[in-house]
């Protein structure tokens, strides 16, 4: 079963949806009745994958997480959680209540479906149920159908919700501990001794040899009161007791250390043979680096290390960072210590088996930074979708940073607001449709702040390119594009200039007076400011280099010419608007005149492609077209190109569930096509830009590359992750025989492994796909070196015949020291020809 929405009623600060109730076409469901009336349930949306939930303070996010865990678990509802501000909050006899929780499920396996056929449901019915933890009476179940009650017996409701997602709930207030009794690492009973402090401060009160005999007992007495354990409080003990969990799943369950090794560490330690204790330290540290692989996730330092250090009877973590120096937890960040927490907890955490899983999370932000927040969302984006292809989960958590809301899936917010009196909590349904509000307030109008914030920048020329270029990339990703046909919004900072001539000085600001340049790709039309600006970037400062290789500067109009894009004949391509399909534009026009202006649907009908079509006659562009229309048909009236572009992403999404109009349908396929290549190249230029960066501060990219893709992915890779590492590779790639033969090779894996089709599933016989990506680390090497002939013992040739090149031994070259392969002929027991 998986909860695509979750219904509550009188928990807390949940009263009940009072705009539902007051709104005039709103009709009482009669599952939602009460012996008082009508009191319909506050509803939340779901998403398959992530959820964000964001709002004020007080206004009701971590109650909303309470009430998913009392949905799905059997944790009695306790009557002091009943909203107080309620009608029906009372203290007569038989009027106590208990708050009431729904949800709704869809069945995803057929043991699922087999289960609702017990309940009485045909199989179309089971595809979408609701279940009621009502707080009066028994509780039931329905479906969209078949909407009568049916209750549950007591047996029958343990059956249905062992089928339900199973709650994970992540402690963000539980950080790893800073050292760990080795004794009980290896699965030993507490003994109670003190610490390392205070065995140090047990040694120094021993007496000494010269003390006097009156003074011993004195001592003997500060010793037993050190051997007398203290008294701890509860609370205190209980967060080291989930410490050392924590640190016990690091290293027990994640780094997959068996127990028995800190019996030996143990035992090693004690008998003081050093170079034992090295040694299964050492490969402790291993495990821990190759299990854990912390360095793919936390981006502030890719050279990372959490290591174990041996001490008397504890092991203690420390920390190796980019200046290959230790440090101690007490000497690092809080958020570094909590952020290993979360991420612990997720390796750690065992999918349960035949059933869905959903993570809760509260405000996980609280110590962390907002790159680290943002190294976050990628583990819940992973942990939602694995790329292994491997079962993921659902993800509820609750927010107040804009660093935690994932910029290329709006559609995933959802927005907290609390009345006043007895208005309760309510969800804000119409924060819904400004998918970019959240784009808008994380990116911001000002370009002189935004144009540092991101890995990468793509400069366009006003804001109306940015909300359409945000809004479509979004749009295309939730209809399960490629991550390399869109724009991670999350990496990317889309920057609008104003205007065309104002971006060569963002460029300046951008990348010319810092060593350290962020990569950046400028996107401009085609019109006479949008190429005065791209002839201004290309020209070199007196005695420098222009601040932007001219690669990374593309013009609409002459892109479209070489890609040959599907656009209507009478269009001059100058700019993105061009790209949108003329019953796209007509129908964002409409669109625009209802929301905007307010003019009703019949008068908007007036608008039709038709209308644009003959406008385009007098104007070549989509853009100035539709504002001819606009004011024929509308006079008075003006559209706004912001709006415009909202508007368009919006028609964009009705059409992908709305197939009643075929030509609208039609046009928003091709205008889609459209954008997805435009988008696509531009991602393939920042791509490319952030490589030449890179290359321009490192060496050896290659070996850098597949090491680090290697690491990243150890068990399992989608095709279109794999297509981007050959581009960066080959980007790398230098002109010399070693190249081309790196080339060859990624060519003949390209076609051999289909990565140029289905980019969303796994590579093929992915272990061979490794060990062949490895071996490109040795191509520039093999590259220089005689292909060994076979056989490698000489044969002699038939009788009366000389011998050929085949049948003669052949010398092998000399090889100076530097060339020398690391295993000789003779160590590997080959004889030299």
Same mark, same amino acid.
């Given at each position: 079963?998986?909860?695509?929405?979750?219904?509550?009623?009188?928990?807390?600060?949940?009263?009940?949806?009072?705009?539902?109730?007051?709104?005039?076409?709103?009709?009482?469901?009669?599952?939602?009745?009460?012996?008082?009336?009508?009191?319909?349930?506050?509803?939340?949306?779901?998403?398959?994958?992530?959820?964000?939930?964001?709002?004020?303070?007080? /206004?009701?996010?971590?109650?909303?997480?309470?009430?998913?865990?009392?949905?799905?678990?059997?944790?009695?509802?306790?009557?002091?959680?009943?909203?107080?501000?309620?009608?029906?909050?009372? $203290?007569?006899?038989?009027?106590?209540?208990?708050?009431?929780?729904?949800?709704?499920?869809?069945?995803?396996?057929?043991?699922?479906?087999?289960?609702?056929?017990?309940?009485?449901?045909?199989?179309?019915?089971?595809?979408?149920?609701?279940?009621?933890?009502?707080?009066?009476?028994?509780?039931?179940?329905?479906?969209?159908?078949? !909407?009568?009650?049916?209750?549950?017996?007591?047996?029958?409701?343990?059956?249905?919700?062992?089928?339900?997602?199973?709650?994970?709930?992540?402690?963000?207030?539980?950080?790893?501990?800073?050292?760990?009794?080795?004794?009980?690492?290896?699965?030993?009973?507490?003994?109670?001794?003190?610490?390392?402090?205070?065995?140090?401060?047990?040694?120094?009160?021993?007496?000494?040899?010269?003390?006097?005999?009156?003074?011993?007992?004195?001592?003997?007495?500060?010793?037993?009161?050190?051997?007398?354990?203290?008294?701890?409080?509860?609370?205190?003990?209980?967060?080291?007791?989930?410490?050392?969990?924590?640190?016990?799943?690091?290293?027990?369950?994640?780094?997959?250390?068996?127990?028995?090794?800190?019996?030996?560490?143990?035992?090693?330690?004690?008998?003081?043979?050093?170079?034992?204790?090295?040694?299964?330290?050492?490969?402790?540290?291993?495990?821990?680096?190759?299990?854990?692989?912390?360095?793919?996730?936390?981006?502030?330092?890719?050279?990372?290390?959490?290591? +174990?250090?041996?001490?008397?009877?504890?092991?203690?973590?420390?920390?190796?960072?980019?200046?290959?120096?230790?440090?101690?937890?007490?000497?690092?960040?809080?958020?570094?210590?909590?952020?290993?927490?979360?991420?612990?907890?997720?390796?750690?955490?065992?999918?349960?088996?035949?059933?869905?899983?959903?993570?809760?999370?509260?405000?996980?932000?609280?110590?962390?930074?907002?790159?680290?927040?943002?190294?976050?969302?990628?583990?819940?984006?992973?942990?939602?979708?694995?790329?292994?292809?491997?079962?993921?989960?659902?993800?509820?958590?609750?927010?107040?940073?804009?660093?935690?809301?994932?910029?290329?899936?709006?559609?995933?917010?959802?927005?907290?607001?609390?009345?006043?009196?007895?208005?309760?909590?309510?969800?804000?349904?119409?924060?819904?449709?400004?998918?970019?509000?959240?784009?808008?307030?994380?990116?911001?109008?000002?370009?002189?702040?935004?144009?540092?914030?991101?890995?990468?920048?793509?400069?366009?020329?006003?804001?109306?390119?940015?909300?359409?270029?945000?809004?479509?990339?979004?749009?295309?990703?939730?209809?399960?594009?490629?991550?390399?046909?869109?724009?991670?919004?999350?990496?990317?900072?889309?920057?609008?200039?104003?205007?065309?001539?104002?971006?060569?000085?963002? $460029?300046?600001?951008?990348?010319?007076?810092?060593?350290?340049?962020?990569?950046?790709?400028?996107?401009?039309?085609?019109?006479?400011?949008?190429?005065?600006?791209?002839?201004?970037?290309?020209?070199?400062?007196?005695?420098?280099?222009?601040?932007?290789?001219?690669?990374?500067?593309?013009?609409?109009?002459?892109?479209?010419?070489?890609?040959?894009?599907?656009?209507?004949?009478?269009?001059?391509?100058?700019?993105?608007?061009?790209?949108?399909?003329?019953?796209?534009?007509?129908?964002?026009?409409?669109?625009?005149?209802?929301?905007?202006?307010?003019?009703?649907?019949?008068?908007?009908?007036?608008?039709?492609?038709?209308?644009?079509?003959?406008?385009?006659?007098?104007?070549?562009?989509?853009?100035?077209?539709?504002?001819?229309?606009?004011?024929?048909?509308?006079?008075?009236?003006?559209?706004?190109?912001?709006?415009?572009?909202?508007?368009?992403?919006?028609? +964009?999404?009705?059409? !992908?569930?709305?197939?009643?109009?075929?030509?609208?349908?039609?046009?928003?396929?091709?205008?889609?096509?459209?954008?997805?290549?435009?988008?696509?190249?531009?991602?393939? +230029?920042?791509?490319?830009?952030?490589?030449?960066?890179?290359?321009?501060?490192?060496?050896?990219?290659?070996?850098?590359?597949?090491?680090?893709?290697?690491?990243?992915?150890?068990?399992?890779?989608?095709?279109?992750?794999?297509?981007?590492?050959?581009?960066?590779?080959?980007?790398?790639?230098?002109?010399?025989?070693?190249?081309?033969?790196?080339?060859?090779?990624?060519?003949?894996?390209?076609?051999?492994?289909?990565?140029?089709?289905?980019?969303?599933?796994?590579?093929?016989?992915?272990?061979?796909?490794?060990?062949?990506?490895?071996?490109?680390?040795?191509?520039?090497?093999?590259?220089?070196?005689?292909?060994?002939?076979?056989?490698?013992?000489?044969?002699?040739?038939?009788?009366?015949?000389?011998?050929?090149?085949?049948?003669?031994?052949?010398?092998?070259?000399?090889?100076?020291?530097?060339?020398?392969?690391?295993? /000789?002929?003779?160590?590997?027991?080959?004889?030299?020809?």
């Amino acid at each position: 079963m998986k909860l695509d929405r979750v219904y509550v009623r009188f928990f807390r600060s949940f009263n009940f949806d009072y705009e539902r109730k007051a709104h005039r076409e709103a009709s009482a469901l009669d599952w939602e009745r009460t012996n008082l009336g009508w009191y319909p349930f506050v509803r939340l949306d779901v998403d398959p994958y992530v959820t964000a939930v964001v709002g004020a303070n007080e /206004s009701g996010k971590s109650h909303l997480l309470d009430a998913v865990n009392m949905l799905l678990t059997e944790d009695p509802v306790d009557r002091r959680d009943f909203c107080r501000y309620s009608d029906l909050y009372s $203290v007569e006899h038989g009027e106590r209540r208990v708050s009431d929780f729904a949800g709704r499920f869809s069945a995803e396996t057929d043991e699922d479906d087999e289960l609702m056929e017990s309940l009485g449901y045909s199989r179309d019915d089971a595809r979408g149920f609701a279940y009621v933890r009502s707080g009066s009476g028994a509780s039931f179940v329905f479906t969209a159908s078949n !909407t009568a009650r049916r209750e549950l017996a007591a047996e029958e409701e343990k059956t249905l919700r062992a089928t339900f997602p199973k709650v994970f709930r992540l402690e963000t207030e539980v950080a790893l501990p800073a050292s760990m009794p080795i004794s009980r690492l290896a699965g030993q009973a507490v003994d109670g001794h003190p610490d390392r402090a205070g065995r140090r401060r047990l040694l120094d009160s021993l007496p000494k040899s010269d003390v006097a005999d009156a003074e011993i007992p004195a001592a003997w007495s500060r010793i037993s009161s050190f051997l007398t354990p203290p008294t701890v409080d509860p609370a205190i003990a209980q967060a080291r007791e989930k410490e050392f969990e924590l640190g016990r799943s690091l290293l027990l369950d994640v780094a997959r250390i068996d127990p028995a090794a800190f019996s030996d560490l143990d035992a090693a330690l004690t008998a003081e043979r050093e170079g034992e204790v090295n040694a299964i330290i050492q490969r402790m540290n291993d495990a821990i680096a190759k299990h854990l692989n912390f360095p793919k996730w936390w981006a502030q330092d890719r050279d990372f290390r959490l290591l +174990l250090s041996p001490r008397e009877r504890e092991v203690a973590f420390t920390i190796r960072d980019r200046t290959e120096t230790e440090y101690s937890f007490a000497e690092r960040s809080r958020g570094l210590r909590y952020f290993l927490s979360y991420y612990v907890q997720l390796r750690a955490n065992q999918r349960p088996s035949g059933r869905e899983q959903l993570l809760l999370l509260d405000e996980p932000d609280a110590y962390l930074s907002g790159v680290g927040q943002q190294d976050l969302l990628r583990i819940l984006e992973e942990f939602a979708r694995p790329e292994d292809a491997s079962p993921g989960g659902q993800v509820i958590y609750v927010t107040h940073s804009p660093y935690l809301i994932n910029r290329n899936a709006a559609h995933r917010i959802r927005v907290l607001d609390k009345g006043s009196h007895d208005e309760g909590t309510r969800v804000v349904t119409d924060a819904s449709r400004n998918h970019y509000e959240p784009l808008r307030s994380s990116l911001g109008p000002f370009v002189a702040e935004t144009a540092f914030i991101g890995g990468a920048n793509l400069f366009v020329e006003g804001l109306a390119d940015q909300v359409l270029l945000a809004g479509v990339s979004s749009h295309l990703r939730s209809c399960g594009a490629a991550p390399s046909q869109t724009l991670n919004l999350n990496d990317v900072t889309i920057v609008p200039a104003g205007s065309a001539g104002a971006i060569p000085y963002l $460029v300046f600001l951008a990348r010319g007076r810092d060593e350290i340049k962020p990569p950046c790709v400028v996107l401009l039309d085609s019109d006479r400011s949008g190429n005065d600006a791209a002839s201004r970037l290309r020209k070199s400062p007196v005695g420098r280099r222009a601040f932007i290789d001219a690669k990374f500067v593309l013009s609409v109009g002459p892109w479209v010419k070489d890609v040959g894009l599907a656009i209507e004949p009478s269009v001059a391509v100058e700019e993105p608007e061009d790209l949108i399909a003329l019953p796209v534009a007509a129908a964002a026009a409409r669109r625009y005149a209802e929301h905007v202006i307010g003019l009703e649907c019949e008068t908007t009908a007036e608008l039709t492609p038709d209308t644009i079509k003959t406008a385009l006659s007098e104007k070549a562009h989509v853009w100035d077209a539709t504002v001819k229309a606009f004011t024929l048909v509308f006079p008075g009236e003006h559209i706004e190109k912001v709006g415009f572009a909202r508007e368009v992403v919006s028609v +964009l999404h009705a059409t !992908t569930t709305d197939d009643g109009d075929s030509v609208l349908v039609e046009a928003a396929e091709a205008t889609r096509s459209n954008f997805g290549q435009l988008l696509g190249h531009l991602a393939d +230029l920042l791509h490319d830009a952030r490589t030449v960066e890179d290359d321009a501060q490192q060496r050896d990219r290659v070996a850098r590359l597949v090491r680090g893709f290697l690491r990243d992915h150890a068990d399992g890779v989608i095709r279109d992750r794999a297509r981007i590492l050959f581009r960066e590779i080959e980007k790398a790639l230098e002109d010399t025989d070693a190249g081309d033969a790196r080339r060859m090779q990624l060519a003949d894996m390209r076609r051999r492994y289909d990565l140029g089709s289905e980019p969303l599933q796994p590579v093929p016989d992915y272990d061979n796909f490794k060990d062949e990506l490895a071996a490109l680390r040795y191509q520039e090497r093999l590259a220089h070196q005689d292909r060994p002939q076979e056989p490698a013992t000489p044969t002699e040739p038939p009788a009366g015949e000389p011998a050929t090149a085949a049948s003669t031994p052949r010398t092998e070259p000399q090889l100076t020291s530097t060339e020398a392969p690391a295993t /000789s002929p003779a160590a590997n027991g080959s004889t030299a020809a």
